[in-house]
């Protein structure tokens, strides 16, 4: 059960991304991220797509991140289907709902559909990059690199990373015995409202704990620790590859942008090119992004 519950969780495996530094790896991620951002062309945001689970795959977390397109389902439906509904801008109507008072006239565009589709393939794709990046980069090793600019701050978010799979150990052992209740189980909404009370009422009680510990530990009048000189480790490949492949993923995001090759407009009309360009953008993105994980060698962990 606890197994099940770190699923989502870094753990440490013998992969390019895993062997590069924390700090690396943060921002190839925060690449990803920029570029989910910067470009709106569907046939580019699936090649990003693909190339993310492909990374995730070359990670040794593949399976995990596919499972993670579940839960993106379940946000990507309202987000489309709220847009369908709200958004009035679109001149290609598939069906009229008549008069909606305050809301005006209920006409569904095919405009709306689409950009709602694109909006929910870009929330996708971020889903996607942050649970690969929580699953590949090391959160010990990310804060230690904080630890110099503020070390409560630092603590905090360490203690913090480390409760979640607590938290969701917790969860699972709750709804088991609440499951294996002989008689009197709540079912439904009740059993879930009764589950996240329980939940939140044990972790408040850890946090009482954990608080009074650190104080016992002297950890409120820690100080900034004095400066010594480190011997600055020397990048590996793996740190160069993935340094390259966050430029080469931004630089490409940015040409896409401002050269055309991504361009996109939803309204009034859907205007959605599909050039030379743009296949030569979704296949540079695809290799910037994979490429890193070619490099197999000396990734023991």
């Known amino acids: 059960m606890f197994a099940r519950s770190r699923s989502y969780f870094y753990r440490r495996l013998s992969s390019p991304l895993h062997a590069a530094r924390a700090g690396v790896g943060a921002t190839w991620a925060l690449a990803l991220t920029a570029a989910a951002l910067m470009l709106f062309h569907p046939l580019v945001l699936l090649a990003l797509t693909l190339a993310v689970l492909g990374a995730g795959y070359g990670a040794g977390v593949g399976r995990r991140l596919a499972r993670t397109l579940r839960t993106a389902a379940i946000v990507v439906v309202p987000i489309v289907a709220i847009n369908i509904l709200v958004s009035r801008d679109g001149l ?78 917790d969860s699972e052992r709750l709804a088991e015995a609440q499951r294996t209740r002989p008689t009197g189980a709540l079912t439904g909404p009740r059993a879930r409202v009764a589950l996240l009370g329980a939940v939140v009422g044990g972790s408040l009680d850890r946090a009482m704990d954990v608080a009074a510990t650190l104080e016992l530990r002297g950890f409120a009048a820690a100080r900034r620790p004095p400066r010594r000189p480190l011997r600055a480790r020397p990048p590996s490949r793996h740190d160069v590859a993935f340094a390259c492949s966050a430029v080469a993923v931004l630089a490409l995001s940015i040409l896409g942008r401002l050269g055309g090759g991504a361009s996109f407009d939803a309204y009034p009309l859907v205007h959605m090119p599909v050039t030379v360009a743009t296949g030569a953008l979704c296949i540079a993105l695809i290799a910037a992004i994979l490429l890193p994980f070619t490099d197999r060698r000396g990734i023991d962990p």
């Not at 809301?103 to 405009?111: D, N, W």
């Not at 701050?153 to 990373?161: D, I, M, Q, R, V």
């Open 92 to 169: 290609t109507v598939f069906a009229r709902l008549g008069d909606l008072g305050p809301f005006g006239q209920g006409k569904l565009t095919v405009e709306a559909a689409v950009y709602g589709a694109v909006i929910g393939l870009k929330v996708t794709l971020l889903i996607l990059v942050t649970t690969l990046a929580s699953l590949a980069v090391d959160p010990d090793e990310l804060l230690r690199a904080f630890r110099r600019m503020s070390f409560r701050s630092a603590l905090t978010a360490s203690l913090s990373t480390r409760m979640i799979p607590l938290l969701a150990a």
